[in-house]
């Protein structure tokens, strides 16, 4: 069971975002996973351009450490996603890592595999960059688990509690890739989301090579 823990905050050691994250990852550990920490922000991965070549080659022409990253989300079973609160969003690391993840979204990658997130924020806003994260997970095709959100305002002993919350989180995470876990309402919009990809990548299969060719590879495609 490998789980993958990605931190989005540029603050380094000095990020409570990374103390969540890294609670996660203990939990996980603790529940007998491998487990491994990227911290984004000390990679260079660069802008999507919105070329489509992902779509069509099922690789991307930018030269950068996506790849590699990219790879090991692929390889692993679970992932959490951290990131703090940035003007009502996640940072532009996280979201440009994200953005270079069309293919992954068109042809359900994820499926099969379990995730969660965190997020800290100053004043307000975490719970909402929470459920944004998890939604892409979702919408990646994975199934997630939970998530902490934490506001620390001005009391910085409040990650302290969060970390506890946080290490259960990993254990829970831990546990439903063991068991398989399968939630009825995430598993409706796997389906949803399935049917609404086939339709797109059907209507461009002249263009979009690899795309296609890995849905019928898969059997999803007659």
């Known amino acids: 069971m490998k789980i993958l823990g990605i931190n989005g905050s540029p603050r380094a050691s000095r990020s409570q975002t990374l103390r969540l994250v890294q609670a996660v990852l203990d939990g996980a550990e603790s529940a007998g996973a ?67 993840m069309a293919d992954a979204i068109h042809c359900q990658m994820f499926l099969g595999k379990y995730g969660c997130a965190v997020s800290t924020a100053g004043g307000s806003g975490a719970d909402e960059v929470v459920a944004y994260l998890n939604r892409v997970l979702q919408t990646l095709g994975a199934n997630t688990v939970g998530g902490i959100g934490v506001v620390l305002g001005g009391d910085p002993e409040t990650i302290v509690p969060a970390e506890g919350r946080a290490y259960e989180l990993g254990r829970k995470l831990a546990k439903a890739i063991e068991k398989k876990e399968t939630y009825p309402d995430q598993e409706e919009l796997h389906a949803a989301m399935l049917e609404r990809m086939r339709l797109l990548v059907t209507a461009n299969k002249d263009r979009w090579h690899h795309e296609y060719d890995y849905w019928k590879e898969a059997g999803r495609i007659p």
């Open 34 to 100: 491998d487990v491994e920490l990227v911290d984004v922000c000390k990679l260079r991965i660069e802008y999507c351009n919105g070329c489509l070549v992902c779509c069509e080659r099922g690789e991307c022409v930018k030269k950068d450490d996506f790849a590699e990253l990219y790879l090991k989300m692929l390889d692993s079973d679970g992932i959490i996603l951290g990131s703090p609160n940035y003007i009502d969003s996640v940072t532009a690391q996280i979201k440009t890592l994200l953005d270079r």
